[in-house]
C-alpha cells in the first residue's frame, strides 16, 4: 500500500512527471534541432565511404544515451515524495504501527518502479524512432540485452540518487539538486559534445562515472548493427576508434569495455550505494 500510494502520489502530480522528464526532453530537442544534423555533417565530410546509414547510427547512440538519462532523472523526480514527507508528514509515519524499515523500502522500491515505467517508455519511443529512420530491431538476444541494461540502469541509478536524498531535507534544496543533475548529465553521458573530444582527464572521469556504463551497454545493443554496416568497408581501427569516441565502448589503456564489463560495474555500483544507504539508516535509526 505504501508502495502504491507513493507511486499515485508521483503520477498524479503532473508538473513532477513533466520536470523529471525535462533533461530527458531538451534532449530530444537539441538532437532533432540541431545536434544531429551537426553531428551528420560533420561525419559525412569526415568518412571517406557511403555515410548512407549516418543518421541512423547517431539517432542510436544519441538516444540510447537519453534512454540511460531517463533512469536517473525520473528516478530522481519520484525520490520528490520521500522529501516531501521530511518536511510534512515524517512525525505521522514515525508514530505510526508500520516500522521505519518497511517505510524506507517503499520509498526505494517505488522509485525503482517510477524509473522502470519510465525507461521502458523511453527505450519504446527510440525502437519507433529508429526502426522509422531505416534501422533495425535487435533480435532476440539483442532484446535480452536491453532488458538487462533497463533493469541495471534503474537499479544503479536509483540507488545512488537514493543514497544522495538521505542528506536532503527540504524540497528547494531537492530542486536545486535536481537542477544541476539535470543539466551535467548530458555531458556525462557524452550526448552534448562526444566523449573523444573532452580533454583527457576529463575523459577519465566520464569513463568512471557509473552511469555512463548505462548509456555504453543500450548503445552497444542499438547501433553495433548499422555501425557494421555503416564501416563494412573502412580499416578495423576506424570504426574501433568511432566506437569509443561516441561512448559505445570506453578503453582503460589497452583494456576494451564491453557489455558485460559495464554491466558489473553498474551491479558493484549498485551494491555499494545500496549498502552505504542501508549503513547510513542504520545509524540514524531510520
Same mark, same amino acid.
Given at each position: 500500500?505504501?508502495?502504491?500510494?507513493?507511486?499515485?502520489?508521483?503520477?498524479?502530480?503532473?508538473?513532477?512527471?513533466?520536470?523529471?522528464?525535462?533533461?530527458?526532453?531538451?534532449?530530444?530537442?537539441?538532437?532533432?534541432?540541431?545536434?544531429?544534423?551537426?553531428?551528420?555533417?560533420?561525419?559525412?565530410?569526415?568518412?571517406?565511404?557511403?555515410?548512407?546509414?549516418?543518421?541512423?547510427?547517431?539517432?542510436?547512440?544519441?538516444?540510447?544515451?537519453?534512454?540511460?538519462?531517463?533512469?536517473?532523472?525520473?528516478?530522481?523526480?519520484?525520490?520528490?515524495?520521500?522529501?516531501?514527507?521530511?518536511?510534512?508528514?515524517?512525525?505521522?509515519?514515525?508514530?505510526?504501527?508500520?516500522?521505519?524499515?518497511?517505510?524506507?523500502?517503499?520509498?526505494?522500491?517505488?522509485?525503482?518502479?517510477?524509473? +522502470?515505467? !519510465? *525507461?521502458? /517508455? @523511453?527505450?519504446?519511443?527510440?525502437? $519507433?524512432?529508429?526502426?522509422?529512420?531505416?534501422?533495425? #530491431?535487435?533480435?532476440?538476444?539483442?532484446?535480452?540485452?536491453?532488458?538487462?541494461?533497463?533493469?541495471?540502469?534503474?537499479?544503479?541509478?536509483?540507488?545512488?540518487?537514493?543514497?544522495?536524498?538521505?542528506?536532503?531535507?527540504?524540497?528547494?534544496?531537492?530542486?536545486?539538486?535536481?537542477?544541476?543533475?539535470?543539466?551535467?548529465?548530458?555531458?556525462?553521458?557524452?550526448?552534448?559534445?562526444?566523449?573523444?573530444?573532452?580533454?583527457?582527464?576529463?575523459?577519465?572521469?566520464?569513463?568512471? +562515472?557509473? !552511469? *555512463?556504463? /548505462? @548509456?555504453?551497454?543500450?548503445?552497444? $545493443?542499438?547501433?553495433?548493427?548499422?555501425?557494421?554496416? #555503416?564501416?563494412?568497408?573502412?580499416?578495423?581501427?576506424?570504426?574501433?576508434?568511432?566506437?569509443?569516441?561516441?561512448?559505445?565502448?570506453?578503453?582503460?589503456?589497452?583494456?576494451?569495455?564491453?557489455?558485460?564489463?559495464?554491466?558489473?560495474?553498474?551491479?558493484?555500483?549498485?551494491?555499494?550505494?545500496?549498502?552505504?544507504?542501508?549503513?547510513?539508516?542504520?545509524?540514524?535509526?531510520?
Amino acid at each position: 500500500m505504501l508502495i502504491k500510494r507513493n507511486l499515485l502520489l508521483f503520477f498524479r502530480d503532473r508538473a513532477n512527471v513533466f520536470f523529471s522528464l525535462l533533461a530527458v526532453l531538451i534532449i530530444i530537442a537539441l538532437y532533432v534541432l540541431f545536434l544531429g544534423d551537426l553531428m551528420e555533417e560533420t561525419l559525412r565530410a569526415q568518412l571517406g565511404f557511403n555515410a548512407d546509414k549516418i543518421g541512423v547510427v547517431m539517432a542510436s547512440i544519441m538516444l540510447g544515451g537519453m534512454v540511460a538519462v531517463t533512469s536517473v532523472t525520473s528516478g530522481l523526480g519520484s525520490i520528490t515524495v520521500s522529501i516531501a514527507d521530511k518536511e510534512s508528514a515524517a512525525k505521522d509515519f514515525l508514530t505510526s504501527p508500520v516500522s521505519r524499515g518497511k517505510i524506507t523500502r517503499s520509498y526505494m522500491t517505488g522509485s525503482a518502479a517510477v524509473a +522502470f515505467i !519510465m *525507461t521502458t /517508455a @523511453a527505450l519504446v519511443i527510440v525502437l $519507433v524512432y529508429i526502426v522509422s529512420s531505416g534501422g533495425t #530491431l535487435p533480435d532476440a538476444a539483442g532484446f535480452a540485452r536491453l532488458f538487462t541494461a533497463t533493469v541495471l540502469s534503474v537499479l544503479c541509478g536509483n540507488a545512488i540518487v537514493f543514497f544522495v536524498s538521505l542528506f536532503v531535507k527540504t524540497q528547494s534544496a531537492f530542486a536545486s539538486l535536481s537542477t544541476v543533475v539535470g543539466t551535467l548529465i548530458g555531458f556525462l553521458m557524452g550526448i552534448y559534445v562526444p566523449i573523444g573530444q573532452f580533454p583527457e582527464a576529463v575523459q577519465w572521469v566520464v569513463k568512471c +562515472f557509473p !552511469m *555512463t556504463h /548505462a @548509456a555504453s551497454m543500450f548503445r552497444q $545493443v542499438l547501433a553495433d548493427e548499422q555501425l557494421a554496416v #555503416l564501416f563494412e568497408k573502412a580499416p578495423p581501427e576506424v570504426l574501433d576508434g568511432f566506437r569509443e569516441t561516441f561512448g559505445v565502448v570506453f578503453s582503460y589503456g589497452e583494456f576494451i569495455s564491453g557489455f558485460w564489463v559495464s554491466a558489473a560495474v553498474l551491479i558493484v555500483t549498485t551494491t555499494v550505494f545500496y549498502s552505504a544507504s542501508l549503513m547510513v539508516m542504520k545509524l540514524r535509526r531510520v
